[in-house]
């Protein structure tokens, strides 16, 4: 079967089936598109290993992004295959090549300590090992063609990777997110990622229609495995969308503190969350689970309403 050469590999990030990167497979050779962190770099050899595969077979690491849940392990990876060229956005390429910059901002997010627990040492990637990807790209691999194609609204370093070989798509976190606990009701979840600090609602309505063109079967998604209904998808990702730029209008018009800011952000966000699961009758205690989201996804908002503020952008 054609999706014989695509493997979904559970990171094991925060918990199980919450983040995923992914093994393709052509003849002896391998690439994997996002990697995740450095605690996840055994499940990735062990899904290597058991395709018999030689580490120097690894031709490319595909980040779709560089936030650490993607891109993480990059650097330890480029060390573990010796072979491989990191194929990256050229907003992405410096900060893999000098993570400094989005150390000091997940830092920020997470706390440092939090951030050393999550995702270990993130070194220097030598700029021979790193190539930017073009808008539109082809890239060759075996018997399948991969399309790179930006899509900003979730980050602005940010692409999608058309493959022809399986008429899918890998879409990061640019056509949202859906674990499986999401897809017990009557019809899935998927919702958008609004996380610091590049959300711009418009930006991500078009990287839906961009993914939409491609006519693509269905959709990798690194949170979490195989979607299936591109209708569906865009459908809830455009609701989504809207949802999420109401709620950041409103903290733009408001004066309240940040902290008073992101509580009321979260509540609102775990209130679409519950409208959402009830139309779905996806159990109700499912909603602990998306807790994190909520907090991480508010305060991206939260970010994006202060900078617009600052702007005198809205």
């Known amino acids: 079967m054609k999706f014989d050469s695509i493997q979904t590999i559970d990171c094991h990030y925060y918990t199980n089936e919450f983040a995923a990167a992914y093994l393709l497979q052509e003849g002896?050779?391998?690439?994997?598109?996002?990697?995740?962190t450095n605690f996840a770099i055994p499940y990735l050899l062990s899904a290597l290993a058991s395709r018999q595969i030689p580490k120097e077979n690894v031709?490319?690491?595909?980040?779709?992004?560089?936030?650490?849940?993607?891109?993480g392990a990059t650097s330890r990876l480029v060390q573990e295959f010796p072979n491989a060229i990191v194929l990256a956005h050229p907003k992405a390429a410096?900060?893999?090549?000098n993570p400094k910059r989005i150390i000091e901002s997940a830092s920020m997010v997470y706390g440092k300590e939090n951030f050393e627990k999550m995702y270990g040492e993130i070194l220097?990637?030598?700029?021979?090992?790193?190539?930017?990807?073009s808008d539109g790209e082809v890239l060759k691999f075996g018997s399948r063609e991969l399309t790179f194609i930006y899509t900003r609204g979730h980050a602005n370093h940010h692409f999608v990777i058309l493959d022809s070989k399986t008429n899918s798509i890998f879409t990061g976190d640019s056509f949202g997110i859906s674990y499986p606990c999401l897809k017990q009701g009557s019809y899935p979840f998927l919702f958008p990622s609004t996380t610091p600090t590049d959300f711009h609602a418009d930006e991500a309505r078009l990287s839906i229609e961009k993914i939409l063109n491609t006519k693509a079967d269905n959709a990798y998604l690194t949170h979490f495995?195989?979607?299936?209904?591109m209708k569906s998808g865009s459908e809830q990702m455009l609701l989504g969308i809207d949802r999420m730029e109401k709620i950041f209008l409103d903290l733009v018009k408001s004066n309240k503190p940040d902290s008073e800011l992101q509580t009321q952000c979260e509540n609102q966000i775990m209130n679409f969350y519950e409208e959402e699961f009830s139309k779905r009758?996806?159990?109700?205690?499912?909603?602990?689970?998306?807790?994190?989201?909520?907090?991480?996804n508010a305060q991206g908002l939260v970010f994006a309403a202060n900078r617009a503020k600052k702007k005198g952008t809205v």
Do not use: C, G, Q
Not at 289 to 294: I, Q, R, V
């Open 94 to 97: 410096p900060h893999i090549i």
């Open 59 to 71: 031709k490319y690491l595909i980040i779709t992004h560089i936030h650490l849940d993607h891109a």
């Open 124 to 133: 220097e990637v030598p700029s021979a090992r790193v190539r930017v990807m």
């Open 28 to 36: 002896d050779d391998a690439l994997f598109v996002d990697n995740n």
């Open 225 to 229: 495995d195989i979607w299936l209904d």
């Open 281 to 296: 009758k996806i159990p109700l205690s499912v909603l602990t689970f998306l807790k994190p989201d909520a907090m991480i």
